[in-house]
């Protein structure tokens, strides 16, 4: 499926400025305590254009990044989250709705996913907040990259439901441990 959709870069040097602009943030956090090495880490996100059905797929691999995205003015749904922890992944569906304005660029708050402790029936919760630190950072370093937009006003539409919470399911490739630690045989 990944494939069927456009890949976005999170970061300012690569947003074309023709377009409207949505600036965020999205920050991961383990809910509870862990004997993983490893740190959980959004690995992307995907959100699909709801009048053309056209999805985008942001490649974050950080457990907390900023972005920039220069996307077709509309409805929007997040729609999709991976998460890694090393050679962990697992994958959740959302259905989170925000809409994007062809004269503002828009902020889309920080997006905090909470990733449950590793067990089965592992969930995730995400959160939509608006913190203002965050937002005058991002455009502070937006206006500071493309002068020309400063005068564009960004108005405020985070997504809705503000908070949800599903179920992470594991996705491949698990990782591959010898035959006698296994305990599931697919």
Not at 7 to 25: Q, W
Not at 114 to 143: A, N, W
Request: proline residues 8%; contains cysteine; negative net charge.
């Amino acid at each position: 499926m990944a494939s069927c959709a456009t890949n976005l870069s999170p970061d300012l040097e690569e947003a074309a400025t023709d377009r409207p602009l949505v600036i965020g943030r999205a920050v991961t956090v383990l809910l509870g305590p862990t004997t993983r090495w490893y740190t959980p880490a959004v690995r992307f996100i995907e959100l699909i254009n709801e009048a053309t059905g056209e999805r985008f797929q942001i490649e974050m691999q950080a457990d907390d990044r900023s972005f920039v995205l220069a996307i077709p003015a509309g409805s929007y749904a997040l729609s999709r989250v991976q998460v890694s922890e090393g050679p962990f992944m697992s994958m959740a569906n959302l259905s989170m709705e925000f809409t994007v304005s062809a004269e503002h660029t828009t902020y889309v708050g920080t997006w905090r996913f909470g990733i449950d402790i590793p067990k089965y029936g592992r969930k995730i919760l995400v959160s939509m907040i608006d913190d203002e630190q965050s937002r005058i950072d991002i455009e502070h370093r937006f206006i500071d990259h493309y002068p020309e937009w400063a005068d564009r006003p960004v108005v405020t539409d985070l997504p809705r439901p503000s908070m949800t919470e599903t179920r992470l399911y594991e996705v491949a490739p698990y990782p591959r441990y010898p035959r006698y630690f296994r305990r599931h045989w697919w």
